[in-house]
């Protein structure tokens, strides 16, 4: 009688369940159904295409098809790993997504506090306002922008720098400077609209922490020590794990519309190089490959992430 009633206690929950999820969608079927249109855009433009991962593992031929195509295994990802320019590339993704998460990821935690502490409304809402436009500009407009600011031929920086008694700076050209500039311009871009997860995160904050943290007789530094920043440690865990997964993306359309090949030596990125090798040399298995592997490394870093989140600070986003 005892597996009798094993199972049935391990199928009881689900069944619970199921009746339960059944109960909901009576209940809430119109938000079900706004939920339709979402799962499909997921499903036809996220999932669907995994299908074309096979090519990484086919000598892929524009004219006889995917399924037509020989199978080689693994010979794409074999070319990979010997491959120097890969290995380049992979260790500028890498420079370029460490940077931005050094000197831009603090940014916005840092703007949300100080914007936070504002108390006319007017000001602080322009402020927010104007920092978080630029976001809505697209990158090839942002680079328009930037190569009239800093160009040599009449760029303002260029002829402040010229006024002060230096040498015009090729911004663009210098392998040595043009990583700050892709660093500088995706802070002006993004900063401010990153600024809004915090800002939000910053009103669940209970004020009368804050009422008793000032009867106590604690400073503006104190409370955000004590208040602000342990109130925003589940978001800002979440933004920095959500951020390795995408640790690999160092900016692909930044780049793209912003370097040139005098600098391919410190700015060409994977998604840089698999554009140029799979549209432009048409190598489309070997470029496919080398997507394969930036997707994998990611899904590897954010299931680390989490992992040691959970288990060093006992959060995690799942």
Avoid: C
Wanted: aromatic content about 14%.
């Amino acid at each position: 009688m005892e597996p009798a009633t094993n199972g049935a206690t391990a199928s009881s929950p689900r069944k619970s369940y199921a009746k339960t999820l059944w109960t909901d969608i009576r209940k809430d079927w119109d938000l079900y159904v706004a939920l339709i249109p979402g799962l499909a855009f997921i499903l036809l433009f996220k999932y669907t295409p995994m299908y074309g991962i096979v090519i990484a593992f086919k000598d892929f031929n524009i004219f006889e098809g995917m399924a037509a195509s020989p199978w080689v295994g693994l010979r794409h990802f074999e070319k990979l790993l010997v491959n120097e320019n890969f290995w380049q590339v992979f260790q500028n993704t890498l420079i370029i997504s460490v940077y931005k998460i050094v000197f831009l990821f603090p940014l916005p935690i840092i703007v949300a506090i100080l914007l936070n502490e504002l108390r006319h409304m007017v000001f602080k809402r322009s402020i927010q306002t104007i920092i978080y436009l630029p976001h809505f500009l697209s990158w090839v407009i942002v680079s328009g922008l930037f190569i009239d600011i800093l160009s040599t031929n009449g760029g303002i920086v260029n002829r402040m720098i010229v006024a002060l008694g230096g040498e015009p700076i090729r911004f663009f050209l210098d392998s040595d400077i043009f990583r700050s500039v892709l660093i500088s311009s995706a802070g002006w871009k993004e900063v401010g609209w990153s600024t809004i997860v915090y800002l939000a995160a910053l009103t669940s904050i209970d004020p009368q922490l804050y009422e008793a943290a000032k009867i106590d007789g604690a400073s503006k530094w104190q409370q955000v020590l004590h208040i602000t920043l342990p109130g925003l440690i589940p978001i800002i865990l979440l933004m920095f794990i959500l951020r390795l997964g995408n640790i690999l993306e160092a900016g692909t359309e930044q780049i793209l519309v912003m370097y040139n090949p005098s600098v391919y030596n410190v700015s060409d990125v994977i998604g840089t190089y698999v554009y140029r090798i799979g549209l432009g040399d048409q190598d489309y298995s070997f470029s496919t490959a080398v997507g394969l592997f930036d997707s994998v490394i990611a899904f590897v870093l954010i299931i680390s992430g989490n992992a040691l989140s959970r288990k060093y600070l006992q959060r995690g986003i799942w």
